[in-house]
């Protein structure tokens, strides 16, 4: 059983509810931030803290409790699969279709590779160059840093 996170956010529902409204939303469904992503349905909440494969991740799932001056968020980070992971039946293809499969395929290795080491290369300089002016680079490695980070820096949340 996952651990059971409490956070405590200063305000009413509807303070809560505006401040999340200021992010980007796709339809009044998803409201993305950074890479985080909230979902609102009924009374839960739900805050995507991590990406991991096609449409899956992991999940603050939290129930609201209201109180007189404040709102309470309880819940547990979970991990939500994809919804249909079937991509394609495994029919048997010709030796043509494979073989016209697999020149495609390299051909976007020989396409993709420099640009990944363009970046690679990019990303190295620019952590020299921080590490020259001493700035540090926070790194947020677990799915419950990430979830701290998103309750408490970015939405005002007390962590109980």
Wanted: hydrophobic letters at 40%; proline letters at 2%.
């Amino acid at each position: 059983m996952s651990q059971e996170y409490i956070f405590e956010f200063l305000g009413t529902k509807e303070d809560f509810l505006n401040k999340i409204g200021c992010f980007n939303n796709n339809d009044d469904q998803f409201y993305f931030f950074d890479s985080y992503i909230i979902k609102i349905v009924d009374d839960e909440i739900h805050f995507g803290v991590e990406r991991a494969g096609h449409s899956g991740g992991h999940w603050f799932i939290s129930k609201i409790t209201e109180h007189e001056d404040r709102i309470e968020l309880k819940g547990t980070i979970q991990y939500i699969g994809p919804q249909n992971n079937s991509f394609l039946d495994e029919k048997e293809e010709s030796v043509f279709k494979k073989c016209i499969g697999k020149f495609f395929e390299y051909l976007l290795y020989v396409v993709v590779a420099p640009l990944v080491l363009i970046v690679y290369v990019f990303l190295f300089f620019k952590k020299l160059y921080n590490k020259m002016r001493h700035r540090p680079t926070i790194e947020l490695k677990t799915k419950e840093d990430k979830l701290f980070d998103l309750m408490e820096n970015q939405l005002g949340c007390i962590r109980k």
